[in-house]
């Protein structure tokens, strides 16, 4: 079985994808496109020699890259901001361990203990009612009602 060169940069692009799939770097996808463009500009005959399927790969890939990444990479930052713990903004929780003014303590929330820090890095004393102002990650930050 003889591939041409076109079957052979559309293998090239659909194997960048999948790699790309379990990477973070977000980088193969640009690969990937300059892959399978190159494969269609092959197949309808405008890049008929190998050399020219490699220089329109090159710079289709870095064209996007270096178009697309910012924006691809901020579109991933937003998209996982929004599914953070937003749904406790304005809820009150009990403390459980001191906050410290410049470290963890421990607060007691829906059936559950949660790593807390103080929004105005104030020592929060055991025993004290705090609001819940906003999560920076597993971390809920606090501030005393």
Partial sequence: MDLSLPQIWLIVGLIMLLVELVSVLLVFVFFAIGALFTALLASIGLLPTIESQLIAFSVISLVSLFVLR??????????????????????????????????????????????AKSLTNTVIIAGSKVVIRRADGIVLIVEES
Avoid: C, M, Q, S
Wanted: proline share 2%.
């Fill in 70 to 115: 910012k924006h691809a990479k901020r579109l991933l930052d937003n998209r996982g901001k929004h599914h953070e713990y937003n749904e406790f903004v304005g809820e009150t929780a009990l403390v459980i361990r001191d906050i410290p003014n410049n470290g963890h303590g421990k607060i007691y929330y829906r059936g559950a203990e949660w790593k």
